[in-house]
Structures are given as C-alpha cells and as structure tokens.
Nanobody
Framework: QVQLVESGGGLVQAGDSLRLSCAAS????????MAWFHQAPGKERELVAA???????YYADSVKGRFTISRDNTKNTLYLQMNSLKPEDTAVYSC?????????????WGQGTQVTVSS
C-alpha cells in the first residue's frame, strides 16, 4: 500500500508557473509508476503526465513543452512543474501510483489539489 498527499495548488494568472508535489508513504516509492491526472468541472479525469519506475515519461499533447514530471526517490516525492499556465489548465490535479508498472490502471490515488488559472 502507498498513501499519496498532493500540495502546491493555488490561484495564479495566465503565464505563471506552479510546482505540484505528491508525497508518498508506504511501500518502496521507487518501485511505483506515477502519474498526474486532472479533472475540470463537468469533464472526465484526464492523464496529464506519467513517469515509470525507470524514469520514462509521457505527456498529454496539451501540456507538452510546458509541464515537466519528475520524481525524487530519495524523498519519496513526485513533482509536476507547470509553466506558461493557461486558463484551460484549471482543474483538480491528483497524483496516482501503480505497482507493478505493467498494470493498466492506477490503483492508488491522492485527494487532489486545486489549480485555478485566471485570464
């Protein structure tokens, strides 16, 4: 089992940056594949970025070149650096974990943190 707690959300203006953090506790963090999802009001939850236990990354087209996912296994923490934020990035951002990597679905979730980008 792993517990996930997000932080770093807030209200910013378009063009600003934010860094989200996801602190993990429980079983070996380095063994988990991790991801950030977001869900805007009235919309389905979407995968924003993912990072495997080996460090391979994936980004949704909408955030490529603006967002960077990273992990610090020594601190059991996942990050999402968000630059050049747009109003359409407004959503609740949640981190998720899965073990082993080859699982299709993420089986551990944080509670989410709100990101609001004003125009």
């Amino acid at each position: 089992q792993v517990q996930l707690v997000e932080s770093g959300g807030g209200l910013v203006q378009a063009g600003d940056s934010l860094r989200l953090s996801c602190a993990a506790s429980g079983r070996s963090f380095s063994s988990y594949a991790m991801a950030w999802f977001h869900q805007a009001p009235g919309k389905e939850r979407e995968l924003v970025a993912a990072i495997s236990s080996g460090g391979s990354t994936y980004y949704a087209d909408s955030v490529k070149g603006r967002f960077t996912i990273s992990r610090d296994n020594t601190k059991n923490t996942l990050y999402l650096q968000m630059n050049s934020l747009k109003p359409e990035d407004t959503a609740v951002y949640s981190c998720a974990a899965k073990y082993p990597d080859y699982l299709k679905l993420y089986n551990y979730w944080g509670q989410g943190t709100q990101v609001t980008v004003s125009s």
